[in-house]
Structures are given as C-alpha cells and as structure tokens.
C-alpha cells in the first residue's frame, strides 16, 4: 500500500528534512513514529527536502507499506509518536505510481519578512527581521523578472549531482501589511536554497543597493552580492500534483 501524508511543522529545533545520523531531522522523527506503529521502516520521499530551521504547512510525504494498516487511522497513531512541533494532518491511499517528489507540478512557499525593527521579540522565529523600511514596489519589480524559465545555477544546486538548473518560476508575488513583508512563489520545482537566495536578492533590491541590471546579472550566472536569507523566514506551504 502506498500512503501518502501531508506534514505540518515547525521547523526551529530541527537540522532540516534529510535524515542525518546523529541529529534531529523531520524524516528521522517521522521515521521512528512509523516503526513504532507498523513495525516497518519505509523508504520515505518527501516532496521537498527543508533545510534546517524552514518550516512546513504542507509538507507531502509517501511510502510504502507491506502489511494493510487502516489510513484513517495513520494521523492520530502518528501525532500521539510524534513531538508537538510535527503533526500528521491527513493520509490516504494512493496508486502505486504516485511519488511525492516526482509526480509534483507546482510548490508553493512563503517568506516572511519584517521590516523596521530594531530589535524584534515577537515571532523571530518565523520571519527576517531587518531595520531597514524596504520598496516594496521595487521587490516586486524585481521578482517579475524572475519568473519564467530560466536557468537559476546562481540562486541554488541541483538536488542530483550535475543536474541541470533550469527551473520554471510560474508566480512571484509580494504583499505587505505594516511591518509584515511576504514573498509567495511557486514554482516547478526549486534548487536548494533557491527560495532564501530569492528573498535575498529581493530584499537587496528593497534596500535599493541593487537595481534590476542586477537581477538580470544574477540569471546570466553572475552571483555577485547574492546572499543566503535566513532560513526562520521560510515555510512551504503546500504542493499541487
């Protein structure tokens, strides 16, 4: 049987999605909650592979199971396994032929940013704190050039060694409300830390250090002044299939 998972969490206390020997992981918790229910340990593929402190509201998972376990019972068995930051929100039966990684048409995620803060208490843990007031409209311009295909090798690698970087950006978008900045884009798939290197460069461009020649600069290969946003700001919301 094929079981397919969606996933919330909160990432701030784990080393990211990949299990690591040694270190607190999102696959290696959700892991040992299934082998302590089924007896089995499962090859688990997960949509997305989060890096350490990202967090997850849609998070899809599958693997496979051996023996029949009833479906509908899989979130609450797991939850009352699992530490209160990971929670099982459905489960269901899938064709054999479903994989969570490869069967994906779209990723959603979302930066959050907050903006003109000395010194921020209040949810730290889910957004990038700066000083700075940022051009919104500036941001945006700059993400419009972003979306399409384009080859992003400055933004992130491949998640296969020597895959190509080619990825198709099919929505960039940024809203603001007071403070509060999100950066909301979907994509066909992303390199590993394309998204924080977005928010990145979009912040820079916000902090008018950077013009769009720039962005245009950074899709031609250049990674001339690209920083890495911190990973609190950054949750996948969900997947499309």
Not at 83 to 91: L, W
Not at 143 to 162: E, I, Y
């Amino acid at each position: 049987m094929n079981v397919k998972l969606i996933l919330e969490y909160e990432g701030t206390h784990y080393h990211g999605w990949q299990a690591q020997r040694g270190t607190a992981t999102i696959e290696s918790a959700l892991r040992a909650a299934i082998a302590s229910l089924t007896g089995e340990s499962p090859l688990l593929t997960a949509a997305g592979r989060t890096d350490s402190g990202v967090h997850a509201l849609g998070q899809v998972v599958n693997f496979k199971l051996e023996r029949d376990f009833p479906v509908q019972q899989l979130p609450g068995a797991l939850n009352a396994r699992l530490a209160s930051d990971i929670s099982v929100r459905h489960a269901e039966l899938v064709d054999d032929s479903f994989n969570a990684r490869y069967s994906a048409r779209a990723r959603h995620y979302a930066y959050s940013i907050r903006q003109a803060l000395p010194r921020g208490a209040y949810q730290r843990q889910y957004a990038w704190g700066l000083r700075d007031t940022l051009d919104v409209g500036a941001m945006q311009a700059a993400g419009d050039r972003l979306v399409g295909q384009h080859d992003f090798r400055a933004f992130g690698r491949s998640p296969r060694p020597g895959g190509h970087t080619m990825r198709r950006v099919q929505e960039l978008r940024i809203t603001s409300a007071g403070d509060w900045i999100t950066i909301a884009v979907a994509a066909d798939a992303f390199l590993y830390g394309m998204v924080r290197r977005i928010a990145g460069a979009l912040v820079e461009v916000g902090r008018k250090r950077r013009s769009l020649d720039w962005i245009d600069g950074l899709l031609n290969g250049s990674s001339l002044g690209l920083r890495l946003a911190p990973p609190q700001g950054l949750v996948q919301v969900r997947v499309e299939y």
